[in-house]
């Protein structure tokens, strides 16, 4: 029977443990930590490019950062370096080196559609456009863009929004849709108005219990009667002074790919909820149940499930806050620190859903000692944080620094999440490889007695 050749990602999945001793020649797992033998270290360290100081805290089954399967960066227009992972509908993230920006310029803000970019979009022309209010509200309304900017107050606000999705890709086993790593997140400043403002003025009745969202986004199958997405948010988020109905972005229209003329900002929520091209809001006596609102989409299970369980529709809940996360922008994963200047800045952002970040950590040890980070509170509610630590590698060879929030209510990042069946709210730690250049030689056990204490036999 042929062999078939397998990526190491791939190998790694049916069976880690498997996969470490015939990759590396590692040793069973001892203490929640794999060693690895000399043979296995020295082949580890040549791959990544370098002796490995802390492979004793190293886990098992960990396929090192360096040896992360990257994806060609492909051109967008308007859309420098960002990677396409889907072209219909357009999705693309952007990687995380290109997110180091307090605030996230237009051109490096991910992109994550489900229909068409509408023509009025493309043509920048908003004549014509608007916005209808109407359902369980006692004074309907219809707005144009100029009644938006003149007959409300506006406001500025910078404000994160992150796809539902992001992290789908380190799944095992993997969730169909679009393999987001980490690059699906962005820090923006918006200009519009309070959702709560224009819900306010059409006099939302007691019964209302949801809002419903549409675009002008044409489906995918050209069908004027399917929405390609129809979602919406509790009152109680529609509420929220930071939810906005915008019409900038960055102090600019808002993009054709972002939403141009008008679309709603739920900051902190799936970015699903955040409709573009919007031309309706339907205050519902109901849980909206528009396209992409039932079924699995946008749910996760109500409870834990092992990988690979067929969950009833039924056991679904809505994603609502996203789970606190941060992200490394500085180094670039596989930097080299000079071998005669090893301290280093580490430095990224970090979020947490409806919540604020009240503590981040790094580590460069695979995790064995953590150095707390300086962290920057928000300029408003909703943006991420920026975070800094300086920390002085030890000597030469491959590293990889992990990064770790932790919100105000004291969640704090895994280091691996719990599975669930559409590849949501991957909040695992991020992590780099960073190399002090010169191979060096392998730590490996000189004495019996070193052998038996990094979990070898006699």
């Not at 492909?74 to 080196?97: M, Y």
């Not at 699995?296 to 690979?308: Q, W």
């Not at 992200?327 to 000079?338: Q, R, Y």
């Amino acid at each position: 029977m042929a062999r078939r050749e397998r990526g190491i990602c791939e190998l790694y999945q049916s069976d880690p443990e498997r996969a470490d001793r015939l990759v590396f020649g590692r040793l069973p797992e001892a203490d929640r930590r794999g060693f690895l033998k000399g043979a296995g270290l020295a082949a580890m360290g040549a791959i990544v490019g370098g002796a490995i100081p802390f492979h004793r805290d190293m886990p098992a089954g960990l396929i090192p950062a360096a040896l992360a399967e990257e994806k060609e960066a492909f051109r967008i227009e308007g859309k420098e370096g960002l990677v396409v992972l889907n072209d219909r509908p357009l999705n693309a993230e952007t990687p995380a080196h290109l997110l180091d920006d307090a605030i996230t310029p237009a051109d490096r803000h991910f992109v994550r559609n489900n229909g068409l970019v509408p023509e009025m979009a493309t043509k920048g022309d908003a004549a014509g456009w608007k916005l209808t209010v109407d359902g369980e509200v006692d004074r309907p309304l219809t707005l144009t863009l100029d009644d938006l900017k003149t007959k409300f107050r506006p406001v500025n606000l910078a404000l994160q929004l992150e796809c539902g999705g992001n992290g789908r890709a380190g799944f095992n086993p993997p969730a169909s849709g679009n393999q987001w790593t980490v690059g699906a997140v962005g820090n923006a400043v918006w200009t519009g108005v309070p959702l709560r403002d224009v819900l306010n003025a059409a006099g939302v009745k007691e019964n209302a219990v949801y809002t419903g969202h549409y675009g002008m986004d044409p489906h995918l199958s050209g069908d004027p009667q399917k929405d390609p997405l129809s979602r919406g948010l509790p009152i109680w988020k529609a509420m929220d002074p930071h939810t906005l109905v915008a019409f900038e972005m960055n102090g600019q229209p808002i993009p054709a790919l972002h939403g141009f003329p008008v679309r709603i900002v739920a900051p902190g929520w799936a970015g699903s909820t955040s409709q573009k091209w919007l031309e309706r809001i339907w205050v519902r006596d109901q849980v909206h149940d528009g396209a992409k609102m039932t079924g699995k989409s946008y749910r996760v299970p109500a409870y834990p499930v092992e990988p690979g369980a067929n969950v009833p529709d039924e056991d679904f809940v809505i994603i609502q806050s996203m789970p606190v996360k941060s992200v490394i922008t500085w180094p670039k994963s596989g930097f080299e620190v000079p071998a005669d200047n090893r301290m280093i800045e580490v430095r990224g952002h970090a979020w947490a859903g409806d919540r604020a970040v009240r503590q981040m950590h790094i580590s460069y040890d695979f995790g064995a000692n953590w150095v707390e980070a300086e962290l920057a509170p928000p300029v408003n509610p909703y943006a991420w944080q920026q975070w800094r630590a300086r920390v002085e590698l030890p000597g030469r060879g491959y590293y990889e620094v992990w990064a770790r929030a932790t919100d105000d209510a004291g969640a704090m990042q895994p280091f691996a999440v719990a599975w669930n069946p559409r590849g949501y709210l991957n909040n695992a730690m991020h992590r780099v490889a960073i190399r002090v250049p010169g191979l060096g030689q392998p730590q490996v056990a000189e004495t019996e007695k070193e052998a038996k204490s990094q979990g070898g036999k006699e």
